[in-house]
């Protein structure tokens, strides 16, 4: 692992991970003249050794880690660091690696060639509401719409008083934006800038895929027990247990 030489001033710290020195310079680069602090990994163990010592707020992670696979890097930093928001960089664009990055814990996914302006307003989104969180004290109070109990200082989800596989960072985030506007149509626009902080269509595209999980959490989409209902062409609603027996099927 090597650090920029502000490395150890305080400030908003930037993990990047990536075995292609020369994009791992530029990101670097990108990322300290945004005014953040870069530090940067070439393999998987100096990345969760940095996590440790340094605490980024925001990890950029790239899967193509050879002969290291970059998968089982997302996997163990999301153990390691349950809230680090997690954004791949990477030049595999097919929608299986996608899904299966953010099922790891990932937050956030952005193709290679990126936009300088597109990557930079990513990563700071991500670390604005990471700092954010660390600042803040735990959220007191409950959640409650139907069937389904979410406790915001504990960060889980009860459906009928059974506990649910824990969510996500984004998950959650997804979750307590919908049971805030329940039984409201929410615009798929609102979401990404609400839940991600920016909204565009890779970012609408990462609403989709994380929407997916959670509703896979929720119970699978069977009769009565979707909760969240898809309005084509609008966006999000989340309804009551049941209510949605009667509606079209999303």
């Excluded at 050794?49 to 193509?64: G, I, T, W």
């Excluded at 389904?148 to 008083?161: H, K, P, V, Y």
Aim: aromatic fraction near 4%.
């Amino acid at each position: 692992m090597q650090k920029t030489e502000r490395g150890g001033e305080p400030g908003t710290r930037v993990l990047v991970v990536d075995d292609d020195r020369e994009l791992l310079d530029l990101v670097a680069l990108l990322v300290e003249q945004a005014g953040l602090i870069p530090v940067v990994a070439m393999e998987p163990m100096a990345a969760l050794e940095a996590v440790r010592s340094v605490e980024p707020s925001v990890a950029v992670v790239d899967l193509n880690l050879r002969p290291w696979d970059g998968f089982q890097l997302i996997a163990d930093l999301r153990r390691s660091s349950p809230k680090l928001p997690i954004l791949v960089l990477t030049a595999r664009a097919h929608e299986d690696d996608k899904v299966r990055a953010l099922d790891l814990g990932a937050d956030d996914y952005v193709v290679k060639p990126f936009s300088h302006r597109e990557l930079i307003a990513r990563i700071k989104a991500h670390a604005r509401r990471a700092d954010l969180g660390q600042e803040a004290s735990p959220v007191p109070g409950v959640l409650e719409v139907g069937s389904l109990r979410l406790d915001l200082a504990a960060r889980t989800l009860e459906i009928n008083g059974t506990p649910t596989p824990r969510l996500t960072g984004t998950e959650f985030r997804l979750l307590e934006y919908l049971m805030r506007n329940s039984n409201s149509v929410v615009p798929t626009t609102a979401l990404a800038k609400n839940v991600w902080g920016y909204d565009d269509a890779p970012a609408r595209d990462v609403v989709r895929v994380t929407l997916h999980r959670l509703r896979r959490k929720l119970g699978g989409g069977g009769p009565g027990h979707r909760f969240i209902h898809t309005v084509p062409g609008v966006g999000l609603e989340l309804l009551p247990a049941g209510v949605e027996e009667n509606r079209p099927p999303a």
